[in-house]
């Protein structure tokens, strides 16, 4: 077994600049350019919406430093390389297996990864998006083939097929210790943001689901010469809507189960079912045919949900 060759730090920076994190991998510091790959593209995408036009001077100062720490990850590379033989420097079972664990972090995503976006590459083009489809299908088999190699990598020097160089295997490991790290301070620091998100998205989609019901009442009354229809049952349609919008989506955590179903109510007061809410009431006008959430809860705004 021959050692391993020598990184040029410049085309490690190069690459870098054209694709975040591959001059990490060309380097051999796989989860380091993975989790640099991850924070850029994110960086991208979050600096211009909570930091403006400021955002965007950011960016290229991201992919600077990027580049920049995968210039010092290829000497680093270079430095640990042995003077000798590969298999004069062996390493040790137990650094072998924390270095192959390590890389399953990053490596079995990977693959699952590249296999879902195939999935949905094959969809959309059942679904005759063949461009989207086409577009799709080039990064998740680059993704696929990055990851494939990198097992067989893995596996390779697993069983001693190649070089298992010790300062390698030290610095990958280090590498995952401190990603992970990294990374649970960021999830710690984004996790309530990011619960608010999803609250507010599955607010909206139930405000949204709200609006729909009553688009569907206000259908049957100009169909029916301005009668309500006696339930919000009446609205299914077996072809299109087997069933009623559904409440408290998965993307909401709200204080009532998911559920599709409604009652009849006799005023706006609310009994806090959780279900969708239909007054029935031809002596008051004004309140006959009214859709509502049966929800005394409040919402982000701090709004009863019997108040929509």
Known sequence: MSAPSPKSPLVAALITLVL???????????????????????????????????????????????????????????????????????????????????????????????LTSLVGAALTLRHGGVLIALLSTLPALGILALGWFAARDTWRVLRRERPAVPGYLRAEVNAALAVGVIGALCLAIAWPRFRDLLRYSGEGAMKGNLADLRQRVSAYRSAHEGAAPPALETLIDPKTSPRLPTLWSNSYTGAHPKTTEAIVAADRTGADTGKWAYIVSPSTPELHGTVFIDCTHTDNRGSAWTSY
């Open 20 to 114: 975040p994190g591959f001059g990490h991998f060309y380097a051999g510091a796989w989860l380091r350019g993975l989790g640099v790959m991850i924070f850029l593209y994110i960086g991208f995408f979050a600096a211009p919406v909570f930091l403006g036009s400021f955002g965007l001077l950011l960016a290229p100062v991201l992919s600077a430093l990027a580049a920049w720490d995968a210039w010092r990850m290829a000497e680093h590379a270079n430095s640990l390389a042995p003077a000798g033989p590969a298999e004069d420097i062996p390493a040790s079972a137990g650094l072998l297996y924390a270095w192959a664990a390590a890389r399953s972090l990053w490596v079995a995503p990977l693959l699952l990864f590249g």
